[in-house]
């Protein structure tokens, strides 16, 4: 019996398995709209729920799973293949993976046994671009923890689904950052077409400001020139397919935000920018024009490529002010784009 009891304990600390009794689910909390227990709810008195002391290392796969809700640096994931959920600890390992049931019952049980309450008070909500994750946004996470704040870094399966798939996603987390009061983004490249795809259902009113870095707001010219090959087609999905130019794509219809935004572009100054095969100044990837926003509070260029301009010194020193003070340089005007 001593046997049997160790081999049940062993198989639920390796895949973190979570028992039901035929029927039962744990009470209040729906994983699909991303609405977590509040603090101090009790499980239903019929779910036996195994809570592994550690989780198993991710092994790879981040652009299968997004995000759905986070809980103090926890995250609750969907595999967008199977259906199936998993929740992440902080270094990301997996507790549990599977149904439903599992999930709803194993984010409660967590919770309890960790004495996990809400998120409070100020968050910053990280957003990565097509095929990134949220660790190319390490050196601003550090920034924006030692500021107090509550750093959000969400991933999504950004090559994978569409911008409208990928803004379910952002609105889910959003509904479980329940004891937030005020939200920040900063969002590199594709990152702001999400958030932006995310607004045609309404603007949340604690959303305060956003930063964003090389977002192709009229498009992507790249894309133009690439998104009939087959290779990125197979790479960057259907979202690849939508950073299209042109008046007749979804860009062209995204809501522009109604609370204070910022832009930040790379480019080197000159007309041929990093890369001579698109029009214009760019940072290698996107042109400086497409980034430009109607109706942000003030615009920078900085000379950065593209996919370094999340750490750069000058863009987080900028990102930073921009979001506590609405303007990016304390010693310059403001320069607004109408």
């Not at 603007?203 to 020139?225: Q, Y």
């Given at each position: 019996?001593?046997?049997?009891?160790?081999?049940?304990?062993?198989?639920?600390?390796?895949?973190?398995?979570?028992?039901?009794?035929?029927?039962?689910?744990?009470?209040?909390?729906?994983?699909?709209?991303?609405?977590?227990?509040?603090?101090?709810?009790?499980?239903?008195?019929?779910?036996?729920?195994?809570?592994?002391?550690?989780?198993?290392?991710?092994?790879?796969?981040?652009?299968?799973?997004?995000?759905?809700?986070?809980?103090?640096?926890?995250?609750?994931?969907?595999?967008?293949?199977?259906?199936?959920?998993?929740?992440?600890?902080?270094?990301?390992?997996?507790?549990g993976s599977g149904t439903r049931e599992h999930y709803e019952a194993l984010l409660h049980a967590v919770r309890k046994k960790r004495k996990l309450t809400s998120d409070?008070?100020?968050?910053?909500?990280?957003?990565?671009?097509?095929?990134?994750?949220?660790?190319?946004?390490?050196?601003?996470?550090?920034?924006?923890?030692?500021?107090?704040?509550?750093?959000?870094?969400?991933?999504?399966?950004?090559?994978?689904?569409?911008?409208?798939?990928?803004?379910?996603?952002?609105?889910?987390?959003?509904?479980?950052?329940?004891?937030?009061?005020?939200?920040?983004?900063?969002?590199?490249?594709?990152?702001?077409?999400?958030?932006?795809?995310?607004?045609?259902?309404?603007?949340?009113?604690?959303?305060?400001?956003?930063?964003?870095?090389?977002?192709?707001?009229?498009?992507?010219?790249?894309?133009?020139?690439?998104?009939?090959?087959?290779?990125?087609?197979?790479?960057?999905?259907?979202?690849?397919?939508?950073?299209?130019?042109?008046?007749?794509?979804?860009?062209?219809?995204?809501?522009?935000?109604?609370?204070e935004f910022g832009v930040i572009a790379g480019g080197n100054g000159t007309v041929r920018g990093y890369n001579p095969l698109l029009p214009g100044d760019n940072d290698?990837?996107?042109?400086?024009?497409?980034?430009?926003?109607?109706?942000?509070?003030?615009?920078?260029?900085?000379?950065?490529?593209?996919?370094?301009?999340?750490?750069?010194?000058?863009?987080?020193?900028?990102?930073?002010?921009?979001?506590?003070?609405?303007?990016?340089?304390?010693?310059?005007?403001?320069?607004?784009?109408?």
């Open positions: 019996m001593d046997r049997r009891k160790s081999l049940q304990t062993a198989i639920a600390a390796l895949v973190g398995v979570v028992r039901m009794n035929s029927g039962s689910t744990a009470a209040g909390f729906d994983p699909l709209d991303g609405q977590l227990p509040p603090d101090g709810a009790t499980a239903d008195e019929s779910v036996d729920v195994v809570v592994p002391e550690t989780g198993i290392p991710t092994l790879g796969g981040i652009q299968f799973w997004g995000d759905v809700a986070f809980l103090r640096n926890w995250k609750i994931q969907k595999n967008i293949f199977t259906g199936d959920y998993r929740l992440l600890d902080p270094d990301n390992n997996r507790f409070k008070g100020r968050a910053v909500i990280l957003i990565h671009g097509i095929g990134r994750s949220s660790r190319s946004f390490s050196r601003m996470q550090r920034g924006f923890r030692a500021d107090g704040c509550v750093v959000v870094p969400f991933e999504y399966p950004s090559t994978r689904v569409s911008l409208e798939r990928s803004a379910e996603f952002l609105s889910s987390v959003l509904q479980s950052l329940e004891g937030v009061t005020s939200i920040d983004f900063v969002v590199h490249s594709m990152g702001g077409l999400v958030v932006r795809a995310c607004l045609q259902d309404g603007e949340e009113n604690r959303i305060h400001r956003m930063v964003m870095l090389g977002t192709p707001n009229r498009g992507a010219e790249i894309a133009d020139l690439l998104q009939r090959t087959a290779l990125f087609k197979l790479v960057y999905g259907p979202a690849g397919q939508e950073l299209v130019t042109g008046g007749d794509g979804i860009i062209s219809r995204l809501p522009v935000p109604r609370f290698g990837t996107v042109t400086v024009e497409s980034t430009r926003l109607s109706g942000a509070a003030d615009f920078l260029r900085v000379p950065r490529l593209h996919s370094l301009l999340m750490n750069d010194d000058q863009v987080v020193t900028a990102t930073r002010h921009f979001l506590e003070h609405g303007r990016f340089d304390p010693d310059r005007p403001r320069a607004s784009i109408p």
